[in-house]
């Protein structure tokens, strides 16, 4: 089992930077794949960005690619998302999820998810 809470979520404007944390706890936390995803309103939820709890090798989405980072600390067992550059469009739930081995952009590959935290960037 994992337990997943995110926060840091809230209102930014456009241009703006948000920091997102996920603190995870349960067992064998080294053999995990952790993933962001977002979900706006009526739209499917969307891989966002990835890394391995072991060996921190990261994963993102083009459309994410050279604003957002995604990282680990692992004495705290919490991975962060360093949001900067935010667009309206990034106006989404953004929920954080684990899986066993490996990173994945499918959400129905993980089975444990945090509650969501929202994100509402303003024009």
């Known amino acids: 089992q994992v337990q997943l809470v995110e926060s840091g979520g809230g209102l930014v404007q456009a241009g703006g930077s948000l920091r997102l944390s996920c603190a995870a706890s349960?067992?064998?936390?080294?053999?995990?794949?952790m993933g962001w995803f977002r979900q706006a309103p009526g739209k499917e939820r969307e891989f966002v960005a990835g890394?391995?709890?072991?060996?921190?090798?990261?994963y993102y989405a083009d459309s994410v690619k050279g604003r957002f980072s995604i990282s680990r600390d692992n004495a705290n067992n919490t991975v962060y998302l360093q949001m900067n550059g935010l667009k309206p469009e990034g106006t989404a739930a953004y929920y954080c999820?684990?899986?066993?081995?490996?990173?994945?952009?499918?959400?129905?590959?993980?089975?444990?998810w945090g509650q969501g935290t929202q994100v509402t960037v303003s024009s």
């Open positions: 999820a684990a899986r066993p081995f490996r990173v994945s952009m499918e959400a129905r590959e993980y089975g444990y």
């Open positions: 349960g067992r064998a936390l080294s053999m995990i794949g």
């Open positions: 890394i391995m709890w072991s060996g921190g090798m990261t």
